[in-house]
């Protein structure tokens, strides 16, 4: 079983106003987990999404900053 994981948001700050539940498990936490997850699965990636929403989350600082935070993940 793979895991899918909607992220939607960059950052801690956008994410709380689109994602409420990020209030009680902010991005770092997330990553952590997905890490840990692909760690004890073998072979498995996992898929982020992202709904890009224009004027919020579609500018090219926020590909920057989802790039960085993907970077070397298993996703």
Do not use: Q
Request: charged share 20%.
């Amino acid at each position: 079983m793979s895991l899918a994981v909607s992220l939607h948001e960059p950052n801690d700050a956008l994410r709380d106003t689109f994602v409420p539940i990020n209030n009680l498990h902010p991005i770092a936490t997330l990553m952590d987990a997905c890490c840990a997850y692909a760690a004890k699965h073998e072979n498995r990636f996992i898929t982020i999404e992202y709904v890009m929403l224009r004027g919020v989350n579609d500018s090219l600082a926020h590909a920057d900053e989802l790039a960085a935070l993907l970077d070397a993940k298993p996703a």
